[in-house]
């Protein structure tokens, strides 16, 4: 069980999906929902001024804004967690997300008690992804991890910054001096 600080501010632009999943969140004690909105304030001191701790997004919203939203609202709310529900199982945008700041993403395919417990994951801060995504998740690190050269080589070696900083003046013939 979460404790009384964990606050969802809900933004989905189907009025239908706003007040069930509001229902849903208050009626199994998941959190509080401490706002509904059917799109995302043009400032984001509506969210801010909830205290929320927890910021659920629609596939509409997250469409229309191309990620940079949660970007903006990660930016001036830190410690704010994002999940987006509602969403399509397309690899790039779902990596677009992620590298926008979300840790929670649930396909439109998820049931209700798939997206209440999706919230409930973020919530207690943990990441959410569906299975079949993962694995893009996984190939986005490791190409990242090839293209920092000096990452590996401190692992392999175990060298410190300096001696990292040192090794491509050594190639081109420079001297210690």
């Known amino acids: 069980m979460l404790d009384d600080k964990s606050c969802v501010y809900l933004v989905a632009g189907n009025r239908l999906l706003r007040e069930t999943l509001a229902r849903l969140l208050n009626k199994r004690g998941i959190c509080n929902v401490c706002g509904i909105s059917p799109c995302v304030p043009d400032n984001v001191s509506s969210i801010t001024a909830s205290g929320a701790n927890v910021l659920v997004l629609d596939s509409v919203t997250t469409r229309q804004s191309a990620c940079a939203l949660i970007s903006e609202i990660i930016s001036q709310i830190p410690s704010i967690k994002v999940a987006l529900i509602d969403m399509d199982d397309d690899p790039y945008i779902f990596l677009e997300c992620v590298r926008a700041g979300a840790v929670g993403y649930l396909l439109k395919n998820a049931s209700a008690a798939e997206v209440v417990s999706g919230v409930r994951a973020v919530a207690q801060g943990q990441a959410v992804?569906?299975?079949?995504?993962?694995?893009?998740?996984?190939?986005?690190?490791?190409?990242?991890?090839?293209?920092?050269?000096?990452?590996?080589?401190?692992?392999?070696?175990?060298?410190?910054?300096?001696?990292?900083?040192?090794?491509?003046?050594?190639?081109?013939g420079l001297t210690n001096k």
Do not use: M
């Not at 995504?133 to 070696?157: C, G, N, T």
């Open 129 to 172: 992804c569906p299975p079949q995504l993962s694995i893009h998740l996984f190939r986005a690190f490791s190409h990242q991890w090839e293209a920092i050269p000096s990452a590996r080589i401190k692992l392999k070696f175990g060298l410190t910054r300096r001696q990292q900083q040192l090794i491509p003046l050594i190639s081109q």
